[in-house]
T-cell receptor, first 112, second 112 residues
Framework: GEDVEQSLFLSVREGDSSVINCTYT??????LYWYKQEPGAGLQLLTY?????DMKQDQRLTVLLNKKDKHLSLRIADTQTGDSAIYFC????????????FGKGTRLSVIA | DVKVTQSSRYLVKRTGEKVFLECVQD?????MFWYRQDPGLGLRLIYF???????EKGDIPEGYSVSREKKERFSLILESASTNQTSMYLC???????????FGPGTRLTVT
């Protein structure tokens, strides 16, 4: 079955780069997503990558996909205190109405 | 902008009460989802619906039921609330199963 794994915590200093990693198991994934959840709020879609791409950049965010190793990462450049949140990766399977499969989330703490 | 709204941000109920959580989306999305989120456990899918009057069990449907009488509205029902249902409940919608999901702000339910 499908499974998405993330490390639970990451701590970085303000101004450094953050790299949040994710591994997934289902090779039939079509899209892979990154969501951000701020305290007390719902999840906000940050970015996504199609499975035939290996990189996508969007301002301070860079997504890298290694399909062979089923490894996805999210790099946040020049991390700010406002980036402190929980980050979830999710995979979307190319099988009709199957819902996204989410990881448990990585809590990013940014130290000023 | 896609908007997903949930009827309450905070709710306090007593054990044994029947509880209704309402979710409304304004983007004509086919799919709607209910999750609960607990510390260390990530998001767990309770039920989802890919069409009006259709429902599918997720990973943890026990103790819950759902209703989707109109395309834009998806209700989660706790028939007899118990303290182990104290949690954050998140609703989401998407246009397709593997497509990006848009989340509401969440309802923090406390059952005493």
């Amino acid at each position: 079955g499908e499974d998405v794994e993330q490390s639970l915590f990451l701590s970085v200093r303000e101004g450094d780069s953050s790299v949040i990693n994710c591994t997934y198991t289902d090779s039939s994934s079509t899209y892979l997503y990154w969501y951000k959840q701020e305290p007390g709020a719902g999840l906000q879609l940050l970015t996504y990558i199609f499975s035939n791409m290996d990189m996508k950049q969007d301002q301070r965010l860079t997504v890298l996909l290694n399909k062979k190793d089923k490894h996805l990462s999210l790099r946040i450049a020049d991390t700010q205190t406002g980036d402190s949140a929980i980050y979830f990766c999710a995979e979307g399977l190319n099988s009709g109405n199957t819902p996204l499969v989410f990881g448990k989330g990585t809590r990013l703490s940014v130290i000023a | 902008d896609v908007k997903v709204t949930q009827s309450s941000r905070y709710l306090v109920k007593r054990t044994g009460e029947k509880v209704f959580l309402e979710c409304v989306q304004d983007m004509d999305h086919e799919n709607m989802f209910w999750y609960r989120q607990d510390p260390g456990l990530g998001l767990r899918l309770i039920y989802f619906s890919y069409d009006v009057k259709m429902k599918e069990k997720g990973d943890i449907p026990e103790g819950y039921s759902v209703s989707r009488e109109k395309k834009e509205r998806f209700s989660l029902i706790l028939e007899s609330a118990s303290t182990n249902q104290t949690s954050m409940y998140l609703c989401a919608s998407s246009s397709t199963g593997a497509g990006e999901q848009y989340f509401g702000p969440g309802t923090r339910l406390t059952v005493t």
